[in-house]
């Protein structure tokens, strides 16, 4: 009987754990980790102002081209754009207006190397024009490019950065130069008829760069450069050269320097009478300045380097007129001003199609982009502004105007040999 019991519950037992285990469900799977949420991006810097910063040579030698030349069309440039509210950086979400950090190189390469570098690393500007005159701008270069800072440049015309500007891709050159100039003025020599010509050039970078572009330019043309001679920058009197070209008899007498040593040679050359047929000079003849200084009928027939006209285009004559109306008729210079406007507006098109002042990427777009400026279609290639896009190389003054005397379509009116300076 008690074998009969304990063996029925055993089955007991059996059926129920059966029974159990069937009806049981499958115990759910675990749920898998949730994936971790992607860190939102940061937010970008709080930052109320595109800087700018310039070593630019306020004193010394070069500072007549910072004060005529650059500083009045940057001025004008700033006001313009933040009059606008600035300049739109989809990166912030709004305009910011421009500013610009300055500091006197004093005409010295190594102090300009030491401000940049100044600007850059303790100032951060977020990006550079460019230092006074050819051979500042020659040793900035690599500085900005060490630097990976962007490097806007003004005046300076350094044809040899032409050839190696691609080596650096932080930094651009604007202004024409020497190997483009010095062949339309000697073409501009052989039309007009000349056969002889007298060469001054000052000892810096500019000079010799025109001395080794306009020499061969000439000789190529048949006319025999017969005087040779250098000068150092801030020279005080220039008569011995004077005297020794008109000795010579020279066609054409041409002195490829800066402001202050052109004007000298103007003012000596009317007090030694000496009257050669081509009276060619560079930096500062192309300024109105230089022409009210001596006087429109004395200037007739001066030939300089650098060129625009109120003829060049319906763009090129607002901006001369927007100039004129801000600081005055004898303010305007037909060279470097129409240059820097342009590019001030190729800069503005490319901060708002890059969205963001990242240098690089910045950067990538101020070497690839094509704007639409004052003067037509502005670019950069390889870092250098294509020559066809310039309004004009060489200029005379025609009663009382600057006038683009390039051979072609360019030319608002015909070069003339000058007149005898007037007694």
Not at 118 to 129: A, H, M, N, Q
Not at 249 to 266: G, Q
């Amino acid at each position: 009987m008690k074998n009969k019991v304990l063996f029925g519950l055993l089955v007991f037992v059996v059926v129920v754990a059966f029974l159990l285990g069937a009806c049981a469900k499958p115990a759910p799977a675990p749920a898998p980790t949730p994936a971790p949420k992607p860190a939102p991006a940061p937010a970008p810097p709080v930052k109320d102002a595109i800087v700018i910063g310039m070593a630019r040579s306020y004193s010394g030698p070069l500072a007549p081209i910072t004060k005529f030349v650059a500083e009045p069309i940057i001025d004008m440039w700033l006001d313009e754009v933040n009059a606008r509210g600035g300049i739109y950086v989809a990166e912030y979400g709004k305009k910011l207006p421009v500013k610009y950090i300055k500091y006197d190189d004093k005409s010295d390469r190594g102090t300009m190397v030491k401000l940049m570098e100044k600007l850059v690393i303790e100032d951060k500007v977020d990006l550079l024009f460019g230092p006074t005159g050819t051979g500042m701008l020659f040793a900035a270069v690599p500085v900005a490019n060490k630097l990976e800072a962007i490097l806007l440049p003004m005046e300076g015309g350094a044809a040899s950065l032409k050839t190696m500007i691609s080596e650096f891709p932080w930094a651009f050159t604007l202004i024409t130069t020497g190997d483009v100039q010095g062949p339309v003025l000697a073409d501009v020599c052989v039309e007009l008829g000349m056969k002889t010509v007298a060469m001054t050039y000052c000892e810096d970078l500019h000079g010799y760069e025109y001395r080794d572009s306009v020499v061969p330019a000439f000789v190529a043309r048949g006319i025999d450069v017969v005087m040779l001679e250098s000068h150092p920058l801030g020279i005080k009197d220039l008569s011995p050269v004077l005297k020794k070209a008109k000795g010579l008899k020279v066609d054409v007498f041409y002195c490829a320097s800066y402001p202050a040593e052109n004007y000298l040679a103007t003012k000596q050359a009317i007090e030694l009478d000496f009257n050669p047929k081509v009276f060619a000079m560079n930096v500062g003849g192309c300024w109105n300045s230089f022409r009210d200084m001596f006087g429109a009928n004395v200037v007739e027939g001066v030939i300089a380097v650098g060129a625009f006209s109120e003829k060049s285009g319906p763009g090129v004559k607002e901006f001369r007129d927007k100039f004129i109306a801000r600081y005055g008729e004898g303010a305007c210079e037909h060279w470097g001003h129409i240059c820097y406007w342009v590019m001030f507006q190729h800069f503005e098109n490319c901060v708002d199609k890059a969205g963001t002042l990242d240098p690089e990427k910045l950067r990538d777009v101020l070497a690839t982009e094509t704007s639409d400026t004052a003067w037509g279609p502005f670019r950069w290639v390889n870092g250098v502004v294509p020559t066809e896009l310039y309004c004009g190389q060489m200029g005379q003054w025609l009663k009382g105007m600057y006038e683009v005397i390039d051979p072609g379509a360019k030319r608002t009116a015909t070069p003339i040999i000058k007149p005898p300076w007037p007694k």
